[in-house]
């Protein structure tokens, strides 16, 4: 079927959004029907400049009754009529479910050429990024490191970080690895020599963190401020800790004015109790002018150097031992006017911790840990216990317990079967390690540290098998199908389970991998699918580095911002834990809140830092009701409908919009005109430009829909001119919403829709590589397994573990 009549213009263009699907085609249950010319050439549409708006795709020459043979070019079409972005607005078309229905016809076709001929893509080498590198090295040797204090951030392509094609190894970095690799082998076996130099670290409070409540859960009850370290502890010795208190612009301690109790504990137990402020005998500066006009110089000298010699000598054993330090806890009741909260300058001078309607204290600053002192030995560490799988008798036993210890670490590094030939290259270095040194645990640490930056450990390297025709599709081994199972899940390493099944061949089997999906996913290593996917999928990294007007915007502070990023999280892994549909992530009206942020919110009767599970109103329901990503998605002065717009379109339709065009002009201020413009006419100026309206028309409108919350996720009802919000929004095709109810009902209406495009994303996070058109039928098919459990988080997940990307491989063509 040839020589169809025109071009389909709109296949090239990006991002097709709800455009043109009417409200009652969403719910429409429509079945493929035949392929044939007629209905096609319906949705092809003559159009000035074809050539240039198609890319350079010519239509006409197309054949609709070979689909199979360009499965990419027909992803495209079946793409854009899903979206109802073909034919464009304004221009005839058949009715929507006849549209629907040829659509599911060439998915259908699709499906049909990729089951015949599997296209599962080829990931490149993959090396561990730094959350990858840190949960290895604790499943490996069962030891926790700050991986942002050895490596540097990564690069992300797509909203992830664990994408394969931009983790390079640059020389730089290789340094980095080369030290990261000594320092920690050096710390899991126990090095004697350590000193105070290699170990002493310090650990700094959150400086927009109002300490006015109990600050964690490794803080006794009754506590009020400070801060809980998990600290490494390397040998059995003496530490010292020391105590900064915060102080202000002007080098003053703060809060000295009344007498506050400091403990430091070590895993609960009381070390030291000291007073803090509170001396009546000196003459402080006024209230409020401190810096300014001077109290009497024993005062001054006092509040610069209060904190002096603020420490505590103690002996720990070595391993990870917590460490806190805070104040007690006292009752408080605020007199006189209340007063804003302090912010900007104001808060620099002040001679306050926290928020004057807090208490008035003062608040710990860093917490240094030196040492070790006078080293008595290297202790029994976790590590230790898990490295040392054997201890030699006698000298004569040394090299048979060497080869096993590192057989076994080699095997878990390595993540599958080692050659004698891998065991002896390690051996040659624990030899000379022992050599050096005259100890059997420093050629243990020699062994481990060169481990440590093998490619094989550094690098997820998958081969073709030497039998493979060139270009060929073919199933991966079952270790390597481990390795992407455990990164995928865990992002880490295969445990000792994964990897026993898998060196039998007996993982690929469909019973067997369904246990051990099961398995991991109720293991607390699952919640890197919280940390490292859903974090990113939902752009809260965007959160931490965000600085609103704080003139503007008194009530965020740090303890906000923590506060909207556990809410998430703790939704995710509920959401997670419970195996409940993923449509819940839009619906499920519930949420986790502490007392800061059901105050922000307006809920009453929530007391405490402790997160709770609350009810909440359609207005809060599932994500778009989140402080998270609503601030996530403003400007430091305002909201921005076109930015929630966007991330609506990316993160849940899975239809981003193009970048913008060069030279685009910013929104037009409120001081350009003579009167204050409305967010919403600010923007319909914005779009009268016609290469902004393209974009625009489709994202400002479910942007507006979110008006009714402010920068920060407040509920409001008037917008920042004072004006009433109006959250009306209408598609271009006459579909009309208004809020955040009714934009949720856009979603959820197309199930499937939206369940494709969180499965997209699902899939590139798997793979370590961005999907594209071969990747659709994978991912169909995933979603049209997991319908009839209403898209229960299992299900997807199990559908992309068995799916052809996950479990095949291309040869080298």
């Known amino acids: 079927m040839r020589g169809i009549a025109a071009p389909i213009v709109m296949i090239a263009l990006a991002g097709a959004g709800l455009t043109g699907v009417p409200a009652a085609a969403r719910n429409a249950s429509v079945q493929p029907t035949p392929l044939d010319r007629s209905l096609l050439d319906k949705y092809c549409v003559s159009c000035h400049n074809t050539r240039q708006q198609t890319a350079g795709l010519a239509f006409d020459t197309k054949d609709v009754g070979r689909v199979g043979t360009e499965p990419r070019t027909w992803e495209r079409v079946a793409r854009q009529l899903r979206s109802g972005m073909m034919p464009p607005p ?30 599962p893509g080829r990931p490149v080498i993959h090396r561990l990024n730094r959350a990858e590198y840190a949960n290895a090295i604790r499943d490996l040797l069962d030891i926790e490191i700050d991986a942002s204090s050895l490596l540097p951030a990564d690069e992300s392509l797509g909203g ?38 290699f170990a002493s670290k310090t650990y700094e409070a959150p400086q927009t963190v109002f300490q006015d409540a109990r600050m964690s859960e490794d803080l006794p009850f009754g506590s009020r401020g400070g801060l809980a370290v998990r600290h490494h502890f390397p040998l059995d010795a003496e530490y010292v800790g020391r105590i900064r208190l915060r102080r202000n612009i002007l080098g003053y301690v703060r809060g000295l004015t009344d007498p506050h109790l400091l403990e430091v504990r070590l895993d609960g137990t009381r070390l030291k109790q000291s007073t803090i402020g509170g001396n009546r ?83 710990v600053d860093t917490v240094s840990i030196d040492g070790p002192f006078h080293a008595t030995g290297v202790g029994e560490t976790p590590s230790r216990r898990r490295l040392f799988s054997c201890r030699p008798a006698t000298a004569d036993h040394e090299d048979g317990c060497a080869r096993q210890i590192i057989s076994t670490v080699a095997r878990r590094g390595y993540r599958g079967t080692v050659e004698d030939k ?155 834990r419970q195996d409940r549909s993923a449509l819940d992530l839009l619906t499920a009206k519930y949420t986790f809140v502490n007392e800061r942020l059901a105050r922000h919110y307006g809920m009453p009767g929530v007391y405490g830092n402790h997160y709770r599970r609350v009810a ?107 004006e009433p919000v109006d959250a009306s929004g209408a598609l271009p095709d006459g579909t009309t919403f208004r809020g955040v109810s009714g934009v949720r009902p856009l979603v959820t209406s197309r199930p499937e829709e939206f369940v494709r495009v969180l499965t997209g994303k699902l899939m590139t996070y798997a793979l370590g590589r961005a999907v594209d058109e071969d990747d659709m039928p994978a991912i169909r098919a995933v979603v049209k397994q997991a319908a009839p459990s209403n898209y229960r988080w299992s299900a997807l997940l199990l559908g992309i573990v068995r799916s052809v990307p996950f479990t095949m491989r291309q040869a080298e063509p």
């Open 160 to 197: 992830f970080d664990n994408i394969g094609g931009v983790l390079s190894m640059s020389p730089s970095l290789l340094e980095r690895y080369l030290s990261a690799a000594r320092r920690i082998s050096r710390l899991a076996v126990g090095d004697p020599a350590i000193g105070p130099a």
């Open 422 to 576: 891998d065991v002896n290259r390690l051996i040659d270095f624990y030899r000379a390690g022992r050599k050096d040194t005259g100890s059997f645990e420093s050629g243990i640490q020699a062994a481990v540290e060169r481990l440590l930056v093998d490619p094989r450990f550094l690098f997820r390297i998958e081969r073709d098998p030497p039998t493979v025709a060139r270009g060929s599709a073919y199933h991966i081994s079952d270790v390597e199908l481990a390795s992407r199972l455990s990164f995928f899940l865990w992002s880490s390493t295969p445990d000792d389970p994964l990897l026993e099944a898998a060196e039998r061949g007996m993982l690929h089997e469909p019973v067997t991998l369904e246990t051990h999906v099961t398995r991991m996913l109720a293991d607390d290593r699952a919640s890197a699918l919280v940390d490292n996917f859903a974090v990113q999928w939902l752009a809260l990294r965007q959160l931490r580095p965000v600085t609103l007007d704080a003139e503007i915007f008194t009530d965020y502070d740090g303890n906000l911002r923590e506060a909207f990023l556990q809410e998430t999280q703790r939704f995710v892994q509920d959401q997670l």
């Open 281 to 363: 005998q000196l003459t402080p500066a006024p209230l409020s002018f401190t810096g300014v006009i001077p109290g009497d110089p024993q005062w001054e000298a006092y509040a610069l150097t209060a904190d002096e010699g603020l420490e505590v000598r103690f002996r720990a054993t070595a391993g990870p031992h917590v460490v806190a330090v805070s104040f007690l806890d006292e009752a408080f009741e605020p007199e006189g006017i209340l007063q804003p909260e302090l912010t900007g300058l104001g808060l620099a001078y002040s001679e306050f911790s926290s928020a004057p309607s807090g208490p008035w204290g003062p608040s």
């Open 90 to 119: 304004g221009s005839p078309r058949p009715d929507p479910v006849s549209g629907q229905a040829f659509a599911a016809a060439l998915e259908a076709e699709l499906d049909k050429a990729a089951a015949a001929l599997p296209r």
């Open 616 to 722: 909440v109103g359609d207005e809060r329901a599932g994500l778009l009701g989140h402080g998270s990503i609503l601030t996530a998605t403003s400007y430091p002065t305002r909201t921005s409908p076109v930015l929630r717009g966007r991330w609506l379109l990316d993160n849940l339709l899975g239809t981003p919009p193009p970048p913008p065009p060069p030279d685009i002009p910013a929104l037009p201020s409120s001081a350009e005109h003579d009167r204050k413009l409305t967010m919403r006419e600010r923007t319909e100026q914005h779009r009268r430009n016609p290469a902004c309206a393209r974009c625009h028309v489709r994202m400002d409108p479910l942007g507006f829909a979110l008006e009714n919350f402010d920068a920060i996720g407040r509920w409001r009802t008037t917008g920042e001119t004072g």
